[in-house]
């Protein structure tokens, strides 16, 4: 992804919660922001700029593409422009007094005192909270335990090097460290994808098949239970995320520039997580009634070590030619929902996608997208693992892979990584187009699979 300088500007007023709304009329606020696409720039500033109590008019000037040559001659705008390139953005306010005989600028600060420790500690609480998902879960689910979403006795124990693996950090402290782009750290595989989200009992026996098993192609109930799990860990994760949305929303009821956003973002939030708990519901059916053979599946499998392990699920927007293939924003029915996972087999790994048979209508046409791709010229190899890296958060790297990795490599992986959790950054539909190619080494003898 091609990082930009855009540069733009919107005429603002003061809302009343602004500490300078007795002595400012209006202002125009010039913004630069560095980004991968316009709509995400634009979508940065905004929030940036309402969140520091101002209401936004109009726009002035569209966002647009500059460089440092287009401020030569101009000390604030070159000295903006820098800024933006190393810190991420800048804005300069330039206010017209109510007498409207003045103009200053003025330095922002937010009326909303974000209070990081009392966040973190309520973040904490919730996690903690476990509670047993599994469909006969009753008051005898009293040992809820730290559920692995990715086998620890598995795939994490074949990728890592001295019980541990390469990781996201979700240290405040190393995000300011990168200039707000994300960090990887060893973490030991004992607490690395962990989810209080079943108890010991149902974990246990629900999971041996693929815990204390190679994966096997074309066991359908092996397929099921890796789709189920990572449907569990997301559903789990959702509903937490969903509560510290509505926490945080109450916290702004007073801040109207927050409170939109984070209104919006309750609103997405709990689209998803309604979606997620109707497939809960029928995966759950599915599990009463030991019916397996309704999932689909596609395995693409390698007899190489494997050196990245993951497990997620996604509502599949956009397949891998950038063609729309479901509306996230119509609510009239559930949205269709895949998983995808690293499996190990007797011969090496398979890289799998599945799903049930009621998600066919989206999932179909987005697997068969890869052959598309392929027919023009793309490496499956390159296609998979660019996917994974543009979805979820939930993957570790094998040390020994990342560390032989160049730093330009692994500086592209971590850009790219930072883009997809930014949530001022917009889903284009070439969210999938290959920015990683000749990275992952990976490579796949044969395909399976049951369409």
């Not at 603002?12 to 995400?40: A, F, H, L, R």
């Not at 990342?402 to 330009?408: D, I, P, Y």
Request: hydrophobic share 30%.
């Amino acid at each position: 992804m091609i990082e930009n300088i855009y540069y733009m500007s919107f005429s603002v007023k003061p809302t009343k919660k602004n500490k300078e709304y007795k002595n400012i009329k209006n202002s125009t606020v010039y913004c630069w922001i560095k980004g991968v696409d316009s709509d995400s720039a634009n979508l940065k500033s905004t929030f940036q700029i309402e969140k520091f109590d101002w209401i936004i008019e109009e726009s002035i000037q569209k966002p647009t593409i500059v460089n440092e040559e287009n401020f030569y001659g101009r000390d604030v705008g070159l000295e903006n422009f820098k800024k933006a390139e190393k810190e991420g953005m800048s804005f300069y306010y330039l206010a017209v007094s109510k007498d409207g005989k003045t103009k200053s600028t003025k330095e922002l600060k937010s009326s909303y005192d974000f209070d990081l420790s009392k966040y973190l500690l309520k973040k904490k609480e919730i996690v903690n909270q476990g509670r047993c998902l599994h469909y006969q879960a009753d008051n005898r689910c009293n040992e809820i335990i730290k559920a692995h979403s990715i086998q620890n006795n598995g795939v994490l124990s074949e990728i890592a090097k001295e019980h541990k693996i390469y990781c996201l950090s979700y240290n405040v402290g190393d995000l300011k460290k990168n200039n707000g782009d994300v960090t990887l750290k060893k973490e030991y595989i004992k607490n690395f994808s962990i989810f209080r989200g079943f108890c010991k009992k149902h974990d246990n026996k629900l999971f041996e098949l693929i815990d204390n098993s190679f994966f096997s192609v074309g066991n359908y109930e092996q397929i099921f239970l890796y789709s189920y799990r990572s449907l569990s860990k997301e559903l789990f994760d959702k509903e937490n995320s969903l509560i510290m949305y509505k926490n945080a929303l109450e916290d702004v009821t007073n801040h109207d520039g927050l409170y939109k956003h984070f209104t919006y973002l309750v609103m997405g939030t709990e689209n998803g997580y309604i979606s997620l708990k109707w497939h809960k519901d029928l995966y759950d059916d599915l599990l009463k009634k030991d019916i397996y053979s309704e999932m689909r599946y596609v395995s693409f499998n390698s007899h190489e070590k494997l050196n990245i392990a993951f497990s997620n699920v996604l509502y599949p927007e956009y397949d891998f030619t950038g063609e729309l293939i479901q509306d996230l924003t119509d609510m009239l029915k559930p949205f269709g929902l895949i998983s995808y996972y690293s499996a190990p087999t007797k011969e090496g790994w398979s890289f799998v996608f599945s799903w049930h048979k009621s998600s066919n209508y989206c999932c179909y046409p987005f697997i068969q997208s890869i052959k598309t791709k392929m027919k023009k010229g793309e490496l499956l190899s390159d296609l998979l693992f660019q996917f994974v890296i543009t979805h979820g958060e939930n993957f570790a790297f094998s040390p020994d892979w990342w560390e032989s990795l160049s730093e330009e490599n692994q500086k592209r992986i971590t850009k790219t990584i930072t883009h997809m959790m930014n949530p001022t950054d917009t889903i284009r539909e070439n969210y999938i187009e290959n920015g990683l190619k000749g990275i992952s080494s990976w490579s796949f003898e044969t395909i399976c699979d049951n369409l």
